[in-house]
């Protein structure tokens, strides 16, 4: 038999709702709050930019890009224990902020350059090569760099 509790009882935890009603008063943790997102927002942008050469859409908690090779990625993500969302129409990945200075970070920029280097990777051995490792191949063959 289930005991439930009786209809007394708060579903939720007064706790909990004392934390939420401070947070909603507190304007300066607010301003502190929004500042975090932002920064965080900007940072997942730059990571994804500078892996993917893309730039991201969305808003401060979500960040979607479009990738003609998306379900691949998204199998090494997810290999790799990154929560990221294949899109219904199988053209890009929607990523969620990760946690504040948490090892979430460090577990998706390791992610995304394994992803990369695994892309080049392929795209070597197919003899299709992205046109900014033709060109840096070039400056190394010449001698440039």
């Known amino acids: 038999m289930i005991r439930r509790p009786p209809r007394s009882t ?58 003609d090779d998306a379900p691949s990625v998204f199998d090494q993500l997810c290999r790799a ?12 990945l929607r990523f969620g902020l990760p946690m504040h200075e948490s090892d979430d970070w460090g577990r998706l920029e390791s992610a995304l350059n394994n992803c990369l280097r695994q892309s080049i990777e392929r795209d070597f051995v197919a003899g299709q090569l992205p046109e900014t490792t033709k060109l840096l191949q070039q400056e190394v063959m010449c001698g440039t760099e």
Not at 10 to 16: D, G, K, N, R, T
């Open 10 to 67: 708060p579903l939720y935890s007064s706790a909990a709702s004392d934390v939420y009603k401070r947070q909603f008063l507190d304007k300066a943790w607010q301003a502190d709050a929004r500042s975090l997102l932002l920064l965080d927002t900007a940072r997942l942008g730059k990571l994804l930019m500078e892996n993917f050469g893309r730039k991201s859409v969305g808003c401060e908690l979500f960040q979607t890009i479009y990738l």
């Open 81 to 92: 224990g990154v929560a990221v969302r294949l899109l219904d129409n199988k053209a890009g």
